[in-house]
């Protein structure tokens, strides 16, 4: 069991940056270093899809959309992760989640939201033009 709770959206102009951060309580599987953490973001009539991921040892990886701006980031001694977002454009707003999945791995985080179990309430990024 995992709580986690978004927070740090906002309304931006394109070129903007924001910081959002989610943290985590109530853990009951293992130390929270231990968890696979992933930003998801769903716009308004689409699918929701991945953002970037990081695993126990800070791999990371990005969405094509997202490289070069956006850089995830954990502080497991405060149980939170952030998603530094630079250089917004429009096409970023949407709400964003954070997620964590029950299965420890290994590797690289996955990419598929059906693999994820816990999240959060999400946090809403809007970026005007």
């Known amino acids: 069991q995992v709580q986690l709770a978004e927070s740090g959206g906002g309304s931006v102009q394109a070129g903007g940056s924001l910081r959002l951060s989610c943290a985590a309580s109530?853990?009951?599987?293992?130390?929270?270093?231990?968890?696979?953490l992933a930003w998801f973001r769903q716009a308004p009539g689409k699918e929701r899809e991945g953002v970037a991921t990081?695993?126990?040892?800070?791999?990371?990886d990005y969405a094509d959309s997202v490289k070069g701006r956006f850089t995830i980031s954990r502080d497991n001694a405060k149980n939170t992760l952030y998603l530094q977002m630079n250089a917004l454009q429009p096409e970023d707003t949407a709400m964003y989640y954070c997620?964590?999945?029950?299965?420890?791995?290994?590797?690289?985080?996955?990419?598929?939201?059906?693999?994820?179990?816990?999240w959060g309430q999400g946090t809403q990024v809007t970026v005007s033009s």
């Open positions: 997620a964590a999945p029950h299965r420890k791995y290994g590797g690289h985080c996955p990419a598929n939201e059906y693999e994820y179990d816990y």
């Open positions: 109530e853990y009951t599987y293992g130390p929270y270093s231990s968890l696979c």
């Open positions: 990081i695993n126990n040892g800070e791999v990371t």
